[in-house]
C-alpha cells in the first residue's frame, strides 16, 4: 500500500475493560515487479501476475 490517496479513519469502541480504538487505513495499490528472491531468503510481498 502506498500513502497515494490514502486515508484514515478512528472510531473509539465501548469496552467494559476500557475504551478501544477501531482504525480503517484506505491507500492506493500499486503493482510492482517481482525480481523473485536470492538464496535462501524467502520471497515476501504480493505478485499481480
Not at 2 to 17: L, Q, S
Not at 30 to 48: A, I, M, W
Request: charged share 35%; aromatic share 14%.
Amino acid at each position: 500500500m502506498w500513502a497515494i490517496d490514502f486515508t484514515r479513519t478512528m472510531e473509539r469502541e465501548p469496552n467494559n475493560k476500557g475504551d478501544r480504538v477501531k482504525m480503517n487505513l484506505s491507500g492506493k495499490f500499486l503493482p510492482y515487479k517481482d525480481y523473485g528472491n536470492e538464496e535462501d531468503v524467502p520471497e515476501y510481498g504480493f505478485n499481480e501476475g
